[in-house]
Each structure stands twice: as structure tokens, then as C-alpha cells.
């Protein structure tokens, strides 16, 4: 991997760890990651890292269906939820693919560049 690419990388394993909205797994997996950078365990912690974002980047229409749903208005309130929907059709017309929380997109930014990770 090359070093900007590392250091790009690095920054935003950092950042997903301090995401507020990252879920406990994926801050394990980036963090595990981030350990085993430089040593014989790097490849199997960056596989692990991609399954992991892979399974929890939350795509645009998931992010309006559960904001739009029972459960989203539960979690954050009616209001919120319906913000949060409207967010998401807004960055969806815009031509996103994910969810654009801090967790997501560290996750996406990550992902765009998991053949480095492997390198």
C-alpha cells in the first residue's frame, strides 16, 4: 500500500472508531485493523474490516425506509425521523449511494479504497 494511501486510511479508521453513530463491531474491526498494521495479522484484519463495512454501510433507500418507519420515529422521534427521511431522499436525488453519517461515510471512504487495504 502506498503511504498516502495508508495514511488516508488510517485517518478514516480513526474517524469511524470516533463516530458516534458506529456501531460496537465496526469499531472493533477498525480498531483490530489499525493494530495490526505492519505485522502478519494486517490481511486478515483488513478481510475482516471489509466484511464488516460491507455488512453495515447502510444504503440510501434503507436509511429513508427505516427513518419513514414505526421504529425510526421511535429510536429518534417523530420529527427527527422524518428530517432524517427527507435528509435522505435530498443526498439520494443528489446521487448518493449510502447513508452520509459520519460512521457511513468514513465506511464508504474505507471501501473505495479496500484493494489497498489488501495490497
Known sequence: MKQNETETLILKAKELCNAPSC????KAAAQ???????TDKGKDAARSLIAELEA???PVDDLI?????????QLFGQETAQKIAAHGAEIKAAGAKYCD?????????ILE????LLD
Do not use: H, Q, V, Y
Not at 456501531?23 to 465496526?26: K, Q, Y
Not at 479504497?113 to 489497498?116: C, W
Open 32 to 38: 483490530n485493523w489499525l493494530d495490526a498494521l505492519g
Open 56 to 58: 453495515d454501510i447502510m
Open 65 to 73: 425506509a427505516f427513518a419513514g418507519s414505526e421504529t425510526g420515529a
Open 113 to 116: 479504497k479496500k484493494e489497498a
Open 101 to 109: 453519517c459520519p460512521a457511513c461515510a468514513a465506511a464508504a471512504a
Open 23 to 26: 456501531c460496537p463491531e465496526a
